[in-house]
């Protein structure tokens, strides 16, 4: 079945410390975002791609950084200048035309 | 620059009544709206989008949304709710410019549909 996976399903993030979160999908979207959800908050953009090897900030890319060397992939590093990383993390495709996002079923980070 | 707005944190209304679920939005040009369900712990899934045509667009599950373009709204509704209706709902408004931006979304903040039986 063609789909978007992440992992893992929750984090737990010493301070000071990097984590990485996977995203992966086989649905041969070009388009791929991260967000973040925070309580009473929605979902805030951290970054985006269009293009492997290619990704632009979004809102709150501060703290944080991905990479797209594959069109499948894209990761998300969560560093220590993130000083308040307790979050949902959500991750999603979507194809060139105006469809709909398909999202992972995301990664609950908390730190410790 | 894009936004949406969901004005009410929740709502909830009784199994078999008919349901609303409000959204503004803001943009610079035509308007690429999209409705999401969140149930507890998952991602986001795919309800209903408006891109263009007919204002009133149907989507998955029996729900409908209505685009007013006067009104800059784009409503979520269906007719007869059901209990397993209860969760998160998203207003989204998608950048329509792929080859600069991706297609990005902004998303409102959310509004918790309860169903009570």
Redesign the interface.
């Known amino acids: 079945d063609g789909g978007i996976t992440?992992s893992p399903k929750y984090l737990f993030r010493k301070e000071g410390q990097n984590v990485t979160l996977s995203c992966e999908q086989n649905l041969n979207h070009?388009?791929m975002?991260w967000?973040r959800q925070d309580p009473?908050?929605?979902?805030r953009?951290i970054y985006?791609?269009?293009i492997v090897n290619d990704f632009?900030k979004?809102d709150i890319a501060e703290g944080y950084s991905v990479s797209r060397e594959k069109k499948e992939s894209f990761p998300l590093t969560v560093t220590s200048a993130q000083k308040n990383p307790t979050a949902?993390y959500?991750c999603?495709s979507?194809p060139?035309d105006?469809?709909?996002?398909?999202?992972?079923?995301?990664t609950?980070l908390t730190v410790v | 620059a894009q936004s949406v707005a969901q004005p009410e944190d929740q709502v909830n209304v009784a199994e078999g009544n008919p349901l609303t679920v409000k959204c503004t939005y803001s943009v610079s040009g035509n308007p690429y709206l999209f409705w999401y369900v969140q149930y507890p712990n998952r991602g986001l899934q795919f309800l209903l989008k408006y891109i263009t045509g007919d204002n009133l667009v149907k989507g998955s599950y029996g729900f409908e949304a209505e685009f007013n373009k006067s009104q800059t709204s784009f409503h979520l509704k269906k007719p007869s709710a059901l209990v397993s209706d209860s969760a998160l709902y998203f207003c989204a408004v998608r950048d329509p410019f792929f080859n600069t931006n991706a297609g990005k979304s902004t998303f409102g903040d959310g509004t918790t549909l309860t169903v009570k039986p």
């Open positions: 992440q070009d388009a975002y967000y009473g908050q929605g979902l953009l985006y791609s269009q632009q979004g949902f959500l999603a979507s060139k105006n469809y709909g996002y398909t999202f992972g079923s995301g609950r």
